[in-house]
């Protein structure tokens, strides 16, 4: 399997760091979970690609605005399980692209496939509004 070209909206297995995890030293994710990339930045130096992802988690964010459902249905259609999921708008990791942390599914590839255009921009919209309104919590992985 290729490792697929980096694209807001497409979902891929990463490892992802959290800001806690990362505020008590850890350099390395601790599981391999789906993220979504929201951003992809060409860097001035060459060839590089800066991505940022957000992540997928089953634990429901503490405040509304942190976090976007995401519909059983595109659960569905990315193959992940039926429990409810969000992404989480208030933290990223960012990293240039490939990056040591992007993960080969137990199924193969390297990624679940592309969110819906309209769930996509709902989750960019949240990512600045909250971005716009909050300290960033920006975890760069290079």
Not at 5 to 12: H, N, R, S, T
Not at 48 to 73: F, K, N, W, Y
Request: glycine letters at 8%; one cysteine or more; aromatic letters at 10%.
């Amino acid at each position: 399997m290729t490792i697929p070209a980096p694209e807001p909206g497409l979902v891929i297995n990463y490892a992802y760091l959290w800001h806690d995890e990362h505020l008590a030293g850890q350099e390395e994710g601790r599981k391999d979970r789906p993220s979504v990339i929201v951003l992809c930045v060409d860097a001035p130096q060459g060839d590089l690609t800066v991505v940022t992802v957000l992540p997928v988690t089953h634990a429901a964010p503490s405040r509304q605005d942190e976090g976007v459902e995401i519909p059983p249905p595109v659960k569905r259609h990315l193959g992940l399980d039926g429990a409810p999921s969000w992404v989480l708008v208030s933290e990223d990791n960012k990293f240039v692209w490939p990056g040591y942390d992007l993960r080969k599914r137990r199924k193969g590839g390297y990624s679940y496939g592309f969110l819906p255009p309209r769930l996509f921009d709902r989750i960019a919209k949240a990512f600045a509004d909250w971005h716009r309104a909050h300290a960033s919590r920006v975890i760069s992985r290079d």
